[in-house]
């Protein structure tokens, strides 16, 4: 566990004039274990899931107490923002958080 990520949330923030723009909260940062989409049979039967067919990375993290991630969260770390599509604890224990999550590309806020 050695990539730092921060957690985010995309909540609307009013500027002086009283427009409305969606604004970064960071709502934790955390170390965590990456793994990058590759060709063995555990990411075979990721992908085989239709429903997570667009994964692009899987973050392993310490579950944060009072703190739900879902699907509405985003992951940024150096090699850019990653939009969560599954978030579970690992094997029911309350220990680890798996996230499965696909890779922004371009100017998505």
């Known amino acids: ?3 730092p990520i921060n957690i985010i ?3 609307p923030i009013k500027d002086a004039e009283g427009f409305v723009t969606k604004g970064d909260n960071i709502i934790a940062s955390v170390k965590a274990y990456k793994e990058v989409r590759n060709t063995t049979a555990k990411w075979e039967r990721i992908i085989g899931n ?3 067919s667009s994964v692009t990375a899987m973050f392993r ?3 944060i107490p009072g703190l739900t991630v879902t699907t509405s969260h985003f992951i940024s770390e150096a ?3 990653y939009n969560i599509i599954n978030a579970e604890d690992v094997r ?3 220990m680890y958080i798996e996230v499965l999550a696909e890779k922004l590309e371009g100017t998505v806020r």
């Open 50 to 52: 239709a429903a997570f």
């Open 79 to 81: 090699d850019g923002r």
């Open 61 to 63: 993290f310490r579950k």
């Open 9 to 11: 949330s995309t909540d």
């Open 92 to 94: 029911g224990r309350g």
């Open 1 to 3: 566990m050695s990539t």
